[in-house]
């Protein structure tokens, strides 16, 4: 990975660090206060006891889709669209773990390996041992918060976790595994399919038509899938079913962030932290230029410019998709600023 501002004029340079300083404050400022989701569900409840209840249906050997759909509906959560039913893979991989407290201990090792893999990248970035302190602590700051009783439940953090590792691993010369993962990711949620199409695009764009291909394939085999998955949910419920009111509410930046606040450390601090590892995050990849840069920092934007969209109060989990990239570029920033202040360096 090579410095991407070290070329920069002093002039570009220090304006490009004026602007984050200032975009910290601006949004801080132009946001206001934070609102508490915490406590926010789509029914009577928690998702955590919906996917807890199902999965302990499931290892009483019920069907999956009675199950998740009875459950849903008992509940009063939407069955309509077909959508609104998660897919079964979590919950198989639980019932197998022998339940949820046994599963937390794979979700946890799934943590350690994105948190290794990760650090692993960040040596070609500098192997001091500082910097190799600073990566371990920054791997812990960006996948802790994916490991917990709760989170355990949520297919967003099997997924994340799965795409972390997924972007670690893909070099130039070796791609099937990062392609299997990103797959894996979107088995266990669907919200990962996009993954698939963008590592392909990309890929394109690069000129690398096999691994474009390879990707492409891989979106076209979990298409199908999903396709027989939401066929499977329609065959359990009825037009009479309680429908979703949808997930557009243009909530804009304040959205963003308070996803970033109740999905990584930066609840443990005051609003401007949101702010602060928002706009540091992207400043620490968009630091270095590598193929792996690019495609974190093109998956975070996807989904920063989606979060502002789509996504009610309850949806805040789907973060976990994507925060924990953003958060391990905070490791990036001391070598980031430096280059904006002092100029011609390599990484």
Do not use: K
């Amino acid at each position: 990975m090579t410095s991407r501002f070290a070329t920069w004029s002093a002039l570009a340079r220090l304006g490009t660090l004026a602007s984050v300083v200032i975009a910290i404050a601006a949004i801080t400022l132009a946001v206001g206060p934070l609102q508490d989701y915490s406590g926010s569900s789509g029914g009577d409840g928690t998702d955590s006891d919906l996917y807890r209840a199902v999965a302990t249906r499931v290892q009483d050997g019920q069907n999956f889709y009675s199950a998740s759909v009875e459950e849903q509906r008992d509940r009063g959560y939407p069955v309509r669209p077909a959508v609104t039913v998660r897919e079964p893979t979590l919950t198989w991989l639980v019932a197998a773990a022998g339940g949820w407290r046994h599963a937390i201990w794979p979700l946890g090792a799934l943590a350690i390996l994105a948190a290794l893999a990760t650090i692993r990248r960040f040596e070609e970035v500098d192997q001091r041992r500082w910097f190799f302190a600073l990566s371990g602590i920054g791997a812990l700051a960006a996948f802790g918060p994916y490991v917990g009783s709760v989170q355990v439940t949520q297919h967003e953090c099997w997924a994340g976790l799965l795409i972390a590792v997924s972007l670690a691993v893909r070099t130039s010369e070796r791609f099937v595994a990062a392609m299997v993962l990103g797959l894996a990711a979107c088995f266990v949620r669907e919200l990962a399919a996009p993954y698939l199409v963008l590592m392909g695009v990309l890929a394109l764009l690069e000129h690398r038509r096999r691994e474009a291909g390879a990707w492409l394939a891989a979106a076209l085999t979990f298409a199908a899938a999903y396709g027989a998955h939401l066929w499977a949910v329609s065959r359990h419920t009825s037009p009479n079913d309680v429908r979703s009111p949808g997930w557009r509410t243009y909530d804009g930046l304040p959205h963003v962030l308070e996803t970033i606040r109740l999905t990584t450390v930066a609840g443990l601090g005051p609003d401007v932290v949101s702010a602060m590892i928002l706009a540091l995050g992207l400043l620490g990849w968009a630091s270095v230029r590598s193929p792996l840069s690019h495609r974190v920092l093109a998956w975070i934007a996807m989904w920063i410019v989606a979060t502002m969209i789509v996504g009610r109060p309850e949806n805040i989990v789907w973060g976990f998709v994507w925060v924990g990239p953003l958060v391990a570029g905070l490791v990036l920033v001391p070598g980031a600023v430096r280059s904006l202040w002092i100029g011609d360096r390599h990484t």
